[in-house]
């Protein structure tokens, strides 16, 4: 059974519509990316995965499940954790208290503080800090972190480069490539693609709304990339 299934779903903000008829399947252990260019539609995508945005049509299955009934946090309890845009850790809380947050009412399994510390050694140092004193690229550790302390199945990550140094980039996508091998699946956004395809098992390119491309990394060339990307 896949983990997560799409199934034409459309969304909606009011009269404007986000998303058209999207299908997909995540199996078990992937690491699925969704590129894709600005307003692309791929930030409703998970939210709406998540449970913050509701299709206006169309199912969404988690674990052969349906779960459109199901709220957010309920949806965290089942085993779906989401990383938003812009890497919201609570400032004035100390990166351990963050990752303690981060455990309460998720599920038991590998993930605790001293695998978190182990995943991403650079936040060990920083354990007492307050979480608003960090930088960009540690905070985005911090709330890749916080995330898997709830142990997720589907672990959802939007834009996780954005704004990062190249540095910082390249030790957190080296991370990510653990966690399947601890029973979390992935779905990450990227507007970024070089790095992503380097770690993803399958893309879909999003272009207003709409899958214009999908497949292994491997059996897509880069120019069907570029064309699916911007639309030409
Ligand atoms: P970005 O990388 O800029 O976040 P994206 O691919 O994630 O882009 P979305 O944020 O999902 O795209 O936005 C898809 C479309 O929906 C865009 O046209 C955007 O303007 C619109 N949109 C997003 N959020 C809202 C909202 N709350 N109300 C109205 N329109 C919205």
């Given at each position: ?25 995540i ?38 499940e ?60 920083l ?27 589907l ?36 507007q ?28 897509l ?11 030409m």
């Amino acid at each position: 059974m896949s983990i997560l299934e799409v199934r034409d779903v459309d969304v909606f903000y009011g009269d404007f519509q986000a998303l058209f008829s999207i299908s997909f399947t995540i199996e078990e252990g992937q690491t699925f990316a969704v590129i894709g260019a600005n307003g692309a539609g791929k930030s409703t995508m998970l939210r709406t995965i998540a449970g913050l945005s509701r299709p206006r049509s169309g199912q969404i299955l988690f674990e052969g499940e349906p779960v459109d009934h199901i709220s957010a946090h309920k949806r965290v309890a089942m085993g779906i954790s989401m990383v938003p845009e812009g890497r919201r850790v609570f400032p004035s809380l100390s990166v351990n208290e963050n990752l303690q947050v981060g455990g309460y009412g998720g599920r038991k399994g590998d993930w605790n503080l001293e695998s978190v510390y182990e995943l991403f050694a650079l936040l060990k140092p920083l354990a007492k800090r307050q979480a608003g004193s960090l930088s960009g690229g540690e905070q985005q550790a911090l709330a890749i972190g916080r995330a898997l302390m709830s142990n997720p199945r589907l672990v959802l990550l939007d834009e996780v480069s954005l704004g990062l140094a190249p540095v910082i980039i390249k030790r957190i996508y080296e991370a990510m490539v653990e966690l399947p091998s601890r029973g979390t699946t992935i779905l990450v956004v990227e507007q970024d693609v070089q790095h992503v395809l380097t770690v993803s098992d399958h893309v879909a390119c999003f272009l207003e709304g709409r899958i214009s491309l999908e497949g292994a990394p491997a059996e897509l060339k880069s120019d069907d990339i570029t064309a699916a990307y911007f639309g030409m």
